[in-house]
């Protein structure tokens, strides 16, 4: 069944992205699609970069957005902030940039 982006993410595991022109997927290219998602019983879901033409890279660029704001599963407590050892060795660095300052 297709489903809307905003409701993909949950229990999510694999993805496989089809990237077509800016006309879309042929019609015959989305049916061989379905049918193989209904045999595999798994749910897509259908997302448009819009109608303008966009370079290849920037389409993967936006893939690459999309899925990172889906999918993404990093705890935020982990960049609340740096660890101990990046404040050190940082503390280090600037003592040691005072102490031989480039002329």
Known sequence: AEKSAQNFAQ?????????????GLRECDLGLFRQVAAEARVTYAKVSL???????????????????????????????AP???IIKRRKQTQARRKANPKI
């Open 11 to 23: 229990g999510v595991k694999q993805i496989v992205v089809l990237v077509g022109d800016n006309k």
């Open 50 to 80: 819009g109608g303008s033409m966009l370079l290849a890279s920037h389409c993967i660029v936006l893939v690459h957005y999309l899925l990172d704001t889906i999918l993404h599963q990093c705890p935020s407590r982990m960049w609340a």
């Open 83 to 85: 660890p101990k050892a």
